[in-house]
T-cell receptor, first 114, second 111 residues
């Protein structure tokens, strides 16, 4: 039972480089989310999607882009990496808007920008 | 947009005692959900308990209970009979089309 899978788990980027964090879920969930968690802090919502073809900005979207071409996949793109983007990134998914459905998280991706 | 606040950066509790972790929220939508997650040092997010805004009774899950006071907009987590394995970060979150998290409370259980 895979759940939410995100890759890579660890990555070091140089300033100005680009990369994509991959996220896929096998639970047929409509809702998908990307969060970042800075050391000792809570999770901040970057982007979310309520279904294929639909994405919306969260609290901290600057410097990131997302796409949702399929129900299963929700990649997060960093175009010009900056040290401020050093963080742990969590992808998550949940089913419909019906309350009571929990959010399922991936294991996190540790990103360091140097 | 909804907002969630956890005012206790750190808490200590003696093993086998109960502890309450505070959480307040703000939203203008009458329909929302409140969640608590545990994050151990390994980093994964573990779902603990859920409370819907229309639920009449406080949610309970084993040693976890949620003290939901809607008028005060608070959703405190109560952990009974604390165990050493309960030492972790605890996050309160509010859900309404997206999930917003509080800053977290680091709980340390002392033997």
């Amino acid at each position: 039972n895979a759940g939410v899978t995100q890759t890579p788990k660890f990555r070091i980027l140089k300033i100005g480089q680009s990369m994509t964090l991959q996220c896929t879920q096998d639970m047929n969930h409509n809702y998908m989310y990307w969060y970042r968690q800075d050391p000792g802090m809570g999770l901040k919502l970057i982007y979310y999607s309520v279904g294929a073809g639909i994405t919306d900005k969260g609290e901290v979207p600057n410097g990131y882009n997302v796409s949702r071409s399929t129900t299963e996949d929700f990649p997060l793109r960093l175009e010009l990496a900056a040290p401020s983007q050093t963080s742990v990134y969590f992808c998550a998914s949940s089913s419909t808007r019906v309350l009571g459905n929990t959010i399922y998280f991936g294991e996190g991706s540790w990103l360091t920008v140097v | 947009a909804q907002k969630i606040t956890q005012t206790q950066p750190g808490m200590f509790v003696q093993e086998k005692e109960a502890v309450t972790l505070d959480c307040t929220y703000d939203t203008s939508d009458p329909s929302y959900g409140l969640f608590w997650y545990k994050q151990p040092s390994s980093g994964e997010m573990i779902f603990l308990i859920y409370q819907g805004s229309y639920d009449q009774q406080n949610a309970t899950e084993g040693r976890y209970s949620l003290n939901f006071q809607k008028a005060r907009k608070s959703a405190n987590l109560v952990i009974s009979a604390s165990q050493l394995g309960d030492s972790a970060m605890y996050f309160c979150a509010i859900w309404n089309n997206d999930m917003r998290f509080g800053a977290g409370t680091r709980l340390t259980v002392k033997p």
